[in-house]
């Protein structure tokens, strides 16, 4: 079965690349533009694993992210944070808060991205 | 100082633009380079290739720019805490594994013999001690030789440590070895090299250790490899 990846993120051109890559990668790729565009699209359908940009257009990623664990419907589904804010303390606070991996965007390619995608997912 | 706290917060957004920009751009350049989208000719490849090593380049430099504004906001003593060297040596070790085997290259480290030096602890800047070891390991690894080795020691001196990074890598040239510290400095075999890099690391490295009273010096031969060591002491 392909696994379900729900990438969150704002900026068109980037998410437009991830999902990309990712679909070139055998994944199965939804997307919302914002932590509200995601709540709804949860309630349809769960995926394996989300991609979490931080600085989105309401909600902060990481409030988005402590509404995620606090849910028993949801709180099972490992959220990787991909953003390009490199704050320590920020990173320091999604994993704490339950972020499987915090990555800073331009540190990576996709292919570097994915390879933290499988290993979360085979945790 | 207010002031300072804004310019911090316009460095911050500022860097996240530049991070965003540049990631767009590394990621296209990329999937065009691994012929995702179709073919290219040798040209087009070559130009693709260029422009995704100048986004690279721009990509260090703006992580070395944000180090450094952290590094400056970063220096007062309250941030100090007791750091056990060895343990916090072998942590970022771990966090360069994946980088040493992409490129073939082993990272030895002979940890201390006694066990009085295996918990042998600093009082310094956690933050501080991990930019600057970060920094030369990672140039241990970038200016190194396929199959190469980095070998590391730790030993103690009187009121603190002594720390070194050795590289079986290309050197640095000689007449150009009295320079290396100054501002975007890069040494004329590392430019020629296809390695990327800003010529900040050694800098904002030696400006660190020399702002907290530790001493770093090098050894090198063209060719052979370089040492670096640098000397901490307890603030």
């Known amino acids: ?123 | 100082m207010q002031n300072d706290d804004l310019k911090n917060d316009i460095v911050s957004i500022t860097g996240h633009e530049l991070r965003t920009v540049m990631s767009g751009n590394k990621w296209a350049l990329k999937m065009l380079l691994d012929h995702d989208l179709g073919g290219l000719n040798s040209e087009q490849e070559q130009l693709i290739k260029k422009s995704y090593e100048n986004n690279e380049t721009m990509i260090d430099l703006v992580n070395q720019l944000l180090t450094h504004k952290e590094s400056t906001h970063e220096t007062s003593p309250t941030a100090n805490s007791e750091i056990i060297v060895v343990d916090l040596l072998k942590e970022i070790i771990e966090d360069f594994r994946s980088e040493s085997f992409k490129r073939g290259i082993e990272i030895v480290f002979i940890e201390p013999d006694t066990e009085t030096e295996k918990l042998l602890k600093l009082s310094f800047n956690p933050k501080l001690f991990k930019i600057i070891f970060q920094n030369l390991l990672s140039n241990a690894l970038k200016y190194n030789k396929a199959n190469g080795n980095v070998f590391i020691t730790a030993i103690t001196v009187p009121n603190g440590v002594q720390i070194s990074v050795r590289d079986t890598g290309i050197g640095i040239p000689k007449d150009e070895q009295a320079t290396m510290f100054t501002k975007f400095k890069r040494a004329s075999n590392a430019q020629k090299s296809s390695e990327d890099g800003s010529g900040l690391g050694l800098y904002i490295t030696s400006r660190i250790i020399a702002e907290n009273g530790g001493i770093i010096e090098f050894e090198s031969n063209e060719g052979v490899g370089s040492t670096f060591t640098f000397t901490l002491y307890n603030n």
């Open chain 1, 1 to 123: 079965m392909n696994k379900k990846i729900l990438i969150v993120e704002d900026d068109e051109f980037l998410l437009g690349l991830e999902a990309k890559k990712l679909t070139m990668l055998g994944y199965v790729v939804s997307s919302a533009p914002s932590a509200e565009d995601a709540e709804m699209m949860l309630e349809k359908e769960i995926p394996d694993l989300i991609l979490l940009d931080l600085l989105l257009p309401k909600t902060y990623g990481l409030d988005f992210l402590v509404k995620l664990k606090q849910n028993v419907k949801f709180n099972h589904v490992p959220v990787i944070v991909f953003s390009n804010v490199a704050d320590q303390e920020e990173m320091k606070k999604a994993i704490t808060l339950g972020a499987s991996d915090y990555m800073i965007k331009s540190n990576f390619t996709l292919e570097e991205m994915e390879s933290h995608i499988k290993l979360v997912l085979n945790k």
